[in-house]
Antibody, heavy 117, light 113 residues
């Protein structure tokens, strides 16, 4: 069965960067775009972007250009998202979700990032 | 960017009632090449990831109870939950996947009356 295991919660300081991971299993990791979604506390869902693991091609929501950087390691079936120049507005839960056959049927459990001094 | 407008923002219901959640997109989600609407519905419970309920506007995901019904085409879509159960209390989101950036509605919180 498809499983997406995300890295644990992060407490980081303003101005710093953080890299979170999403390890996939149960499907052909390299064959499908991996998407990332942001959810601020008590708020809705915001699409960040996707990466195609085969060649590393990416597409970002313009809002996250310069904020998020997506990478993927085919050898370990793991996708990564680095968030830079962190502010309180980046405090959120971040989800990974592969778009398998066009659908977002599988989601990671989410990674909580808290930005605080 | 396509804007997804969802209504109502919250809904108080009693068990057994039928509820309707609306979602309107700022442009058509119907792709003429395959006549499919690129619209999905998700359910999210506190502390959990979103769960896919409906895709292609009206196709129920495997394992989703048949009381969840998606309908609509073009720019206007509806999620109907017939005979609401206590386990259905959650936040529901619509999302388009027609073109990037994929955007979500603001959500509808289903609460007990």
């Amino acid at each position: 069965q498809v499983q997406l295991q995300q890295s644990g919660s992060e407490l980081v300081k303003p101005g710093s960067s953080v890299k979170i991971s999403c390890k996939a299993s149960g499907y052909t990791f390299a064959s499908y775009d991996m998407h990332w979604v942001k959810q601020q506390p008590g708020n809705g869902l915001e699409w960040i972007g996707w990466i195609y693991p085969v060649n590393g091609n990416t597409k970002y929501n313009q809002k996250f250009n310069g904020k998020a950087t997506l990478t993927a390691d085919k050898s370990s079936s793991t996708a990564y998202m680095q968030l830079s120049s962190l502010t309180s507005e980046d405090s959120a839960v971040y989800f990974c979700a592969p778009q398998v056959h066009g659908l977002f049927a599988y989601w990671g459990q989410g990674t909580l990032v808290t930005v605080s001094s | 960017d396509i804007v997804m407008t969802q209504s109502p923002s919250s809904l108080a219901v009693s068990a057994g009632e039928t509820v309707t959640i609306n979602c309107k997109s700022s442009q058509s989600l119907l792709y003429s090449g395959n006549q499919k609407n690129y619209l999905a519905w998700y359910q999210q419970k506190p502390g959990q990831s979103p769960k896919l309920l409906i895709y292609w506007a009206s196709t129920r995901q495997s394992g989703v109870p048949d009381r969840f019904i998606g309908s609509g085409s073009g720019t206007d879509f509806t999620l109907t939950i017939s005979s609401v159960q206590a386990e259905d209390l959650a936040i529901y989101y619509c999302q388009h996947y027609y073109d990037t950036p994929y955007t979500f509605g603001a959500g509808t919180k289903l609460e007990l009356k």
